[in-house]
Each structure stands twice: as structure tokens, then as C-alpha cells.
């Protein structure tokens, strides 16, 4: 019979202790300052639907700098730890690692760049498509705490109108359009910063499976016109003017050679032990295997190398081939260099080194 006023008693105490800590926390901030605990984004629209407004609210949300203190059920165990531990001397032992490792630092309300939130909320919904948004905000201070609402009108959503690729006939533009077809860059789609970045990490990776092995994203530029049709924008990809020569081509596998017995400290001269002599085999068409002791027999690289002389590069093959060189078990470090043997040819040479674990010895007496 008496166990309920005895919970009740417990959950009181229980909640005493709770609210003395919430309280404790604003105590220590600093006179005509406040605990920051948080932002929130309202979305002034009529014209977007909820599910528009829930992903751009999410957006703008996790943008916003800076975060405000850890809770748990409520209260900031961290900051209460923080607060309650005296600076400590020195920068370690037990106070430190508490105050600094356990504990967090309090966020104050002038820890928070109001101006800097505004301009990001407006880049924000900008790289989302809204290129008409404002921004403003009020601060909702409570007992020394402070909570700030940024209240955002996105108006219209741009949407993309067409897109266009590189329309000249080099090799590299028309590798690029053979993979039009799996553009993320979808008409009607609504713009998007994210995904325009995506589409550029996209065709780099299609292009180094095709022997373009020097290319690289920001080689690329998209353009963006959005004065042909209302709310909408037309995207242009294109292949920037100061792209290298050496990005424009798309290169194959001339001569390979594997160093079965490589040794890191012999590494400053290893181009120099290229030479096709006793010590070398000839594995396959140019391609060598340089194993002066004769440790390992060639055959153990049939399934390992994914390249020959004379295959376009690619970057599946390249990293499988590390992959299963690695695998083997047989070596503890694997170096690959790719060097070129005629770039007017639009070749290179391949280098394996290949550093072998110690080979250990069993010896029985009886």
C-alpha cells in the first residue's frame, strides 16, 4: 500500500534534481548574454506543397552554424560538467580530460553570426533552385536562454528547362556523349547544386573507365541560363578551355613491368632497373617480370593482372588489380606508377613493385 506514495516521492525528487541542473547551467553565463538552445526555419509560402517545405526546412536546419549544446532528456549533462569543473592547470591529468573531453563548452548567444546564417540560408536555398529566396529572423529569449527563428520565402522553385553537352568532335567530347543517356541531369527536375556536382563526379567516372586517365571533374564546368524560360534554367556542360592536353586523351597500356622482389630502400633507382636482360622475363607480349632470385613463378600474375599490353585503361582494372596483387597474401607492400611511354601515341608504361613478406623456415630434429 505504501509503494505509490513512495514512487511519487522518488519521481518528485527525481524531477527537483533535473530542474536544479537546467537551472544550474544559466547561472554561468556572463551578464546581458544567453544560452543559445537552438534555431528553428519557417517557411512563408503558399505556393509549396508540404513535402517542398519539409525537405527545404531539413536543408536550412542543418545548415545553420553553430550547433547548440548536447541534450539528454531535456537537460545538458555536458555543459553542467563543463561548468561545474574549475579550470584545471595544466592541459592534462583527470580535470582536464573531464572538463574538456566529458564536458562541452557552453554555446552563447554571441557565438551566433545572425548575418552569416541569413547569407547561408539564402546560398542554401539558392543551390536548391529557389534564386529568389529572403530571409529574416527574430530572437525568442526565455531565462537567460535564446532561441532564434529564421523565417525564409522561397517563392518559385526553378526547374531545368534542357541540357546540352559538348557538341564538337574530339575523343573526349564524344566519350562525354555517349553517356548522355545516364545524365542526372533530368529535364523538368528542379535545379539542384548538389546533383550538377554529382553529374560532373559521374561522367569523370565513365571517362576513367575508357582510358582517360589524366581527366579529372573539375575539368568541367556547367553552365546556367535562366533567361530563356520563365522559372526555369537551361544547363550547359562543357569542357573547360585550360583543360591540360594530357586530360583530352584517352591513353592505353603500352609495356608492363612487375618487380616481384621490390625493395623500398632501392627505390631511387628503380627506373633505372628496368632493362631487359638475364634478370628479366618476358612474361607476355611487353610485359616483364624483373625477379632476379627467381622467387615467385609468373603464373601466380595470370589472374591477378586485369591489364595487357595494348588494353585501354581503366579504373576498374586497376584498382582489382591492386586488389588482387594484395590479396595474394604474398606481399606486404604493392606500389603501382603509370608513366608515360609516348604521349603522342597516347600511351604508358605500367609499374608494379612489389615488396614480398620475409619467407620463414621450418626446420624438424629428432
Known sequence: ????????????????????????????????????????????????????????????EGSLTPKPNSTFLGLRPKLYVYNRVSEPKKESGFKYWLKYKVGEKPVHLSDVDIPFNLDLIENTGENMGYFNITASYDTLPKNKRVKIKYNVSPRTQYLINKVTFPADSTVLATEINKTVAKTLLKVNEPFNLDVIKAERERIDVTLKENGFYYFDPDNLIIQVDSTEVKHKVDLNVKIKNNTPELARKQFTIDKIYI????????????????????????????????????????????????FKSGDLYNRSNHNLTLSRLINLGTF????????????????????????????????LET
Open 1 to 60: 500500500m505504501n509503494k505509490l506514495p513512495q514512487q511519487l516521492n522518488k519521481a518528485f525528487f527525481a524531477a527537483t534534481a533535473l530542474f536544479l541542473v537546467g537551472c544550474s547551467n544559466t547561472k554561468y553565463v556572463p551578464q546581458g548574454d544567453y544560452l543559445y538552445t537552438g534555431a528553428s526555419v519557417n517557411i512563408i509560402s503558399d505556393s509549396l506543397s508540404k513535402s517542398k517545405k519539409n525537405e527545404l526546412k531539413k536543408e536550412l
Open 259 to 306: 618487380f616481384s622482389d621490390y625493395n623500398l630502400r632501392n627505390s631511387r633507382n628503380r627506373r633505372r632497373l628496368v632493362r631487359v636482360d638475364v634478370d628479366t622475363i618476358l612474361w607476355k607480349e611487353n610485359s616483364y617480370i624483373i625477379d632476379p632470385k627467381e622467387k615467385f613463378r609468373p603464373q601466380i600474375y595470370d589472374r591477378a593482372l586485369y
Open 332 to 363: 606486404k607492400f604493392v606500389k603501382n606508377q603509370f608513366v608515360l611511354a609516348d604521349s603522342l601515341a597516347n600511351k604508358f608504361d605500367a609499374y608494379y613493385y612489389l615488396t614480398p613478406h620475409e619467407f620463414k623456415s621450418l626446420r
